[in-house]
C-alpha cells in the first residue's frame, strides 16, 4: 500500500514584512495507513507548522507533500479546503467547538459542508456521540459541558467525515490528568480500529501512546531531543 503521508523536504518561512522566519528547514517523513505517530519538539520547533501543512491547512514554501499519493503543495486554497473536509480531521488544543451550537449540531457541521441531508448527519452525529460516549450531553452547548466532554465532542466531530487522517495539536494540553487519560484511551480505541492518528504533544505520556515518535528542533527532524 501507499504511504498515507509521504513529505519530502518540507520548508516553511513565514515573511513578516522584511524579516523572515524559518519555521520548517527540511523536513521529511513518511506515515503508513493506521500507523499512530506522536510529534515532539521544543516550543517554536516547528510542531503546530507541520501540522497545518499535514492537514493541508497552509503550503509548504519548499518541498513535496503527498497526501494518499497526491501532490498538495501545488494546490490553492480552495483544492485544499476540498481535500481537507473529506479527508482530514483535526482535533485542538481549544477544542474549537462552535458555542452558540449543541454538541450534536457541532458535530454536524462537518458534514453540512459535505452536503449531507440533515437526517442524515443527524442520526450520524447521534451515532457518534454515542461512540465517545457523550450521546446523554447531545443537547448541550459547549458552555453546558466539561473539558473533557468538548474534547470528546471535538473528536466526535473529527470523525464525521470518516477521515483517512486524524490531527491532534495537544489533544490533553487543556485537561487534567485524569481526563487526558480518557482522551488517550479514546485515540487507542480509534487506532485498534484502524484509524491513522498523529498527534503533537509536550507530554512523554501521549507521546508514549504512539507507536513512533518524530522529534522536531529548529524545523528539523532529529533521533531524539
Ligand atoms: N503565522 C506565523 N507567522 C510568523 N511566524 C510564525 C507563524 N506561526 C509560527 N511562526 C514561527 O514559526 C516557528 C515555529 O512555530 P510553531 O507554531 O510551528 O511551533 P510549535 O513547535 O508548534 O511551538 P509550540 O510548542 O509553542 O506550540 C516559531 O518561531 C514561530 O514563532
Ligand atoms: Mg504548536
Redesign the pocket.
Known sequence: MAPLIQAENLVKI?R?GQVE?P?LRGVSLTVEPGEYVAIM?P????????MHILGCLDRPTEGSYRLEGREIATLDEDQRAEIRKRRVGFVFQQFNLLSRLTALENVEVPMVYLGMPPRERRKRALALLERVGLAQRAHHRPTEISGGEAQRVAIARALANDPALILADEPTGNLDTRTGREILALFRELHREGRTIVV?T?DPEVAQEAERIIY?RDGKVVPKL
Open positions: 513565514y513578516m522566519v519555521a519538539g516550543s517554536g520547533s516547528g510542531k503546530s507548522t507541520l503533537v509536550h522536531l
